[in-house]
């Protein structure tokens, strides 16, 4: 039975990605609104030795046997960064395979050095910035407490800067009436100028979140969105849609995909995409 490694995950935006989880559920510094692990019952803060490093090498090896994904990623059942082995783990993966490496975070301990420092070799880095307004941050973030959204900011402006070059899709989670404001596009924008990215994904509901008062937006609001960011000096911009069927399907490994739909719900629809019948 497999414990640590799941999928691989039909994802929207990594093709097929095998998912590494490094900490236990639910470990998070924040409890985000639309989070398709669901709510956060106690907030984390402090980064942890969660998992037997071992186990979960034997696990990839196990499965990398079968099974060559786009993308190994980091993600799962809480923010990747509070694990204290996950550079021992990248490091691992570097040096033993071909795949190229992927982060999913919240960004905010991207503003901690070792965590740089650990995550350098990771050939794309997806941190979250839904908005600059911090009562809108804390809004649909919901972090704990004595945090804010300058200390996310101040994580991307510490990753910009540092030795890091491998790709950096910069997310932002469209929720209408929220985060499809104007003015809070603008200022957003006005900081995007200061940080590096290469895209910048406008994402919404796909599963089941948190918060059952979180709806998908609209294409049209998405548009607008984009339109607003357009204006405001940001072009590298990609709305995130469905995930295409692949050409080769996979064979259905039961404990992997068991693992998958604990972590999150996934529909029928989505699983045949790239798993055989």
Same mark, same amino acid.
């Given at each position: 039975?497999?414990?640590?490694?799941?999928?691989?995950?039909?994802?929207?935006?990594?093709?097929?990605? /095998?998912? !590494? *989880? @490094?900490?236990? %559920?639910?470990?998070?510094?924040? =409890?985000?609104?639309?989070?398709?692990?669901?709510?956060? +019952?106690?907030?984390?803060?402090?980064?942890?030795?969660?998992?037997?490093?071992?186990?979960?090498?034997?696990?990839?090896?196990?499965?990398?046997?079968?099974?060559?994904?786009?993308?190994?990623?980091?993600?799962?059942?809480?923010?990747?960064?509070?694990?204290?082995?996950?550079?021992?783990?990248?490091?691992?993966?570097?040096?033993?395979?071909?795949?190229?490496?992927?982060?999913?975070?919240?960004?905010?301990?991207?503003?901690?050095?070792?965590?740089?420092?650990?995550? /350098?070799? !990771? *050939? @794309?880095?997806? %941190?979250?910035?839904?908005?600059? =307004?911090?009562?809108?941050?804390?809004?649909?973030?919901? +972090?704990?407490?004595?945090?804010?959204?300058?200390?996310?900011?101040?994580?991307?402006?510490?990753?910009?800067?540092s030795s890091y070059k491998g790709k950096i899709y910069l997310e932002t989670f469209i929720?209408?009436?929220?985060?499809?404001?104007?003015?809070?596009?603008?200022?957003?924008?006005?900081?995007?100028?200061?940080?590096?990215?290469?895209?910048?994904?406008?994402?919404?509901?796909?599963?089941?979140?948190?918060?059952?008062?979180?709806?998908?937006?609209?294409?049209?609001? /998405?548009?607008?969105?984009?339109?607003?960011?357009?204006?405001?000096?940001?072009?590298?911009?990609?709305?995130v849609k469905e995930m295409k069927e692949i050409e080769k399907k996979l064979d259905i490994k039961k404990d992997l995909l068991e693992n998958m739909k604990a972590?999150?719900?996934?529909?029928?629809?989505?699983?045949?995409?790239?798993?055989?019948?």
């Amino acid at each position: 039975m497999y414990k640590h490694v799941f999928g691989p995950v039909p994802s929207r935006r990594l093709g097929v990605s /095998l998912g !590494v *989880d @490094l900490v236990k %559920p639910k470990s998070c510094n924040m =409890n985000c609104v639309f989070c398709e692990c669901g709510a956060t +019952p106690k907030l984390s803060t402090k980064r942890e030795s969660f998992k037997d490093i071992k186990e979960v090498e034997e696990e990839l090896k196990s499965v990398l046997k079968d099974i060559t994904p786009d993308y190994i990623t980091f993600s799962g059942s809480g923010e990747p960064t509070l694990s204290k082995d996950l550079g021992k783990i990248i490091k691992w993966i570097k040096a033993n395979t071909d795949v190229k490496v992927c982060l999913i975070t919240n960004g905010l301990l991207l503003k901690e050095n070792e965590v740089i420092e650990e995550i /350098l070799d !990771v *050939d @794309l880095i997806i %941190p979250t910035l839904n908005s600059v =307004n911090n009562e809108v941050f804390h809004k649909i973030n919901r +972090p704990a407490e004595n945090i804010d959204v300058a200390m996310v900011m101040e994580g991307l402006k510490k990753l910009s800067a540092s030795s890091y070059k491998g790709k950096i899709y910069l997310e932002t989670f469209i929720i209408e009436g929220l985060t499809d404001r104007k003015e809070d596009i603008e200022k957003m924008a006005s900081f995007l100028q200061e940080i590096r990215f290469d895209k910048l994904q406008l994402n919404s509901l796909a599963r089941r979140g948190a918060e059952s008062w979180v709806k998908p937006a609209s294409l049209e609001c /998405l548009k607008n969105v984009e339109k607003i960011f357009h204006e405001n000096g940001i072009k590298n911009i990609e709305i995130v849609k469905e995930m295409k069927e692949i050409e080769k399907k996979l064979d259905i490994k039961k404990d992997l995909l068991e693992n998958m739909k604990a972590k999150r719900a996934y529909s029928e629809e989505e699983i045949e995409k790239i798993f055989k019948k």
